[in-house]
C-alpha cells in the first residue's frame, strides 16, 4: 500500500491511500475459504460448494471488510511512524472521494483529511502579574456560621407576635398618594419577608412586635437592597419592580419563628458526627480549621482559573476549526433521533468547546514538558490520604491494613482514578504556576474576594 500525503491548510492534511491487490487478496481468499467451510447452501453437502459460487455469492462484501480493516490498520500505523500529532480522528475526504466498486475493482483509493495539533510554546514568568488571594477569616465569620447552623437545625414555630429575625406572610396592596388602597393597583395575597433582610431601620421597627392581623404601611423600594428582591416580594419579577415606588398596605397573616438550637453536645454531634466535640471552644476551632480551609481552597481555585484563562488568552492556540466543526458533526450522534448535531448548534457551542479543547493541549504541553506526570505511587497515596480522612478522620496508621485494601479497590475504578489524576495534576500546575509567576501576594475578607468575583463577572 501506498501512502501519501500534502497539506490543505496550516493544521490540515490530506492523505491518500492507494490500495492494490496484492495488498489484500490474500486476507480475502482466507475469509472465502472460512465462509466456503460454514457455508449453508441447498444442493451441497457443507464444505463442499464451489469456491467460485463463494465467491460469488461473498465475495464483494468479504473484501470490502478486509480493505476496511486494512485501511484502518494501516493508517494508524502511518501516524504513528509519520509522528503526526492529530486531533479527533481521520475523516474521508468526501470533496475528493469516488465511489469504491468492491466487486468488480481491484486497486482503490481512499482519501482522509486529518486536523493537526498547534505547535505549543511559551513561557510564564513574573511578567505576567498575575494575584494570588489570600482569603483572611475572623472571629465574626465563625460566628456567623454557627449561628446560621443554630438557625438550620433550630425549632420553628408560629408566634403571634413579629420579633427580631422572624419571617413575616401576609397580603400587599398598593397605596396611592393619600394612603387609600390604589384601583388596579399591584396586589399579592402570598408576599413575605425577613424582618432581619430589610433594609432601613425605620421599616424594620414598623414590623417589630406587631401582631398577627396588623397592618403596616411602608415603601418597599426602601426596604429591599435589590430589584429582584423587591420584584419577588410584589410578585411581579424584577423588570416591572423597577417602575414601582408607592407605599404598601402589609396585612400580617402569620409569623415564622425558629428558635436557634442550644450549644450542647447534641447540637455539635449533629455537625461533627465523628469529631467528638464536647465544648464550645473545641466547636469554634474546628468551625475555624474548616472557614480556613474552605477559604484557602476558593483563593487557590481562582488563581488557578485565572492563571488558565491567561494562558489561553496569550497562547492563542490556532486550531482547525472547520475540521474540527465536521469531526463533532460526525462522531457525535443524536441515538434518540439518529441524526446528526444540527450544524447550528455546533455553531453556538463551538467557542465553548475550542477554548476547552484550547486547554486540553495547553495543560498536555505542561504536564509532559515540566515533568508533571502523576505516578502510580503518587496516586494511590493520595487515594490512602482522602480514604483516610472520610473514614478515619486522618488516622492512618491505626487503620494501615483496612486502608491498603479499600486504595487497591478504588484502583480499579477507572473514573476515580482519572478524577483523582486531574486533583494532583491541577495541585501542581498551581505549584509550578506560582513558582514560575511569583504572584503578588493579597490579602482581604471573603466579602471583599466575592466583590471582586462579582465584578470580574460582570466584565
Not at 409569623?255 to 465544648?279: G, R, W
Amino acid at each position: 500500500m501506498n501512502i501519501t500525503q500534502k497539506s490543505t491548510s496550516d493544521l490540515t492534511k490530506q492523505l491518500c491511500l492507494q490500495v492494490e491487490e496484492s495488498d489484500y487478496i490474500d486476507e480475502v481468499n482466507k475469509s472465502l475459504q472460512q465462509t466456503r467451510k460454514q457455508a449453508n447452501i441447498p444442493g451441497f453437502r457443507p464444505g463442499k460448494v464451489p469456491f467460485g459460487m463463494v465467491k460469488k455469492m461473498y465475495g464483494e462484501s468479504v473484501t470490502a471488510d478486509v480493505v476496511s480493516n486494512l485501511i484502518g490498520t494501516e493508517l494508524d500505523n502511518y501516524l504513528a511512524k509519520e509522528k503526526l500529532a492529530i486531533l479527533g480522528q481521520p475523516m474521508p475526504d468526501l470533496e475528493v472521494q469516488e465511489a469504491v466498486d468492491f466487486k468488480n475493482g481491484k486497486e482503490f483509493s481512499f482519501y482522509y483529511v486529518i486536523g493537526l495539533k498547534p505547535e505549543i510554546n511559551f513561557d510564564l514568568d513574573e511578567s505576567w502579574g498575575i494575584k494570588a488571594y489570600n482569603i483572611l477569616f475572623d472571629e465574626e465569620d465563625v460566628d456567623k456560621y454557627i449561628e446560621d447552623m443554630r438557625l438550620k437545625m433550630g425549632t420553628q414555630s408560629n408566634p403571634d407576635v413579629v420579633s427580631e429575625g422572624d419571617v413575616v406572610m401576609g397580603s400587599i396592596q398598593e397605596l396611592d398618594e393619600e394612603g387609600n388602597v390604589k384601583e388596579n393597583g399591584i396586589t399579592n395575597e402570598r408576599a413575605s419577608l425577613s424582618v432581619d433582610f430589610i433594609k432601613l431601620k425605620t421599616i424594620k421597627a414598623k414590623f417589630i412586635g406587631k401582631k398577627v392581623g396588623a397592618t403596616v404601611n411602608f415603601n418597599p423600594t426602601k426596604a429591599f437592597k435589590n430589584n429582584t428582591e423587591l420584584g419577588s416580594f410584589l410578585g411581579i419579577g424584577k423588570d416591572k419592580a423597577k417602575e414601582v415606588n408607592s407605599d404598601f398596605a402589609f396585612t400580617i397573616k402569620e409569623v415564622s419563628h425558629i428558635e436557634p438550637a442550644e450549644l450542647n453536645e447534641d447540637f455539635f454531634s449533629k455537625i461533627y458526627e465523628n469529631a467528638n466535640i464536647k465544648t464550645e471552644e473545641e466547636l469554634r476551632q474546628q468551625v475555624a480549621s474548616d472557614i480556613e480551609g474552605s477559604y484557602k481552597a476558593e483563593g487557590e481555585r481562582k488563581f488557578f482559573n485565572d492563571v488558565v484563562d491567561a494562558i489561553i488568552k496569550k497562547t492563542d492556540l490556532q486550531l482547525p476549526d472547520e475540521f474540527l466543526k465536521a469531526w463533532i458533526k460526525e462522531s457525535n450522534l443524536r441515538e434518540e433521533e439518529d441524526k446528526r448535531i444540527d450544524p447550528e448548534q455546533i455553531e453556538r457551542e463551538y467557542d465553548q468547546y475550542r477554548d476547552s479543547l484550547r486547554w486540553q493541549l495547553l495543560e498536555e504541553y505542561l504536564v509532559v514538558n515540566n515533568n508533571l506526570v502523576v505516578t502510580e505511587q503518587e496516586l494511590r497515596d493520595r487515594i490512602k490520604e482522602i480514604l483516610g480522612l472520610q473514614a478515619f478522620g486522618g488516622d492512618v496508621s491505626a487503620n494501615e491494613d483496612i486502608l491498603n485494601q479499600v486504595t487497591e479497590s478504588v484502583m480499579q475504578n477507572k473514573d476515580e482514578v482519572k478524577r483523582v489524576s486531574e486533583q494532583i495534576i491541577e495541585q501542581k500546575l498551581r505549584n509550578y504556576f506560582k513558582e514560575k509567576i511569583q504572584p503578588e501576594e493579597v490579602n482581604l475578607k471573603y466579602d471583599d474576594f466575592v466583590k471582586i468575583l462579582k465584578k470580574e463577572a460582570k466584565a
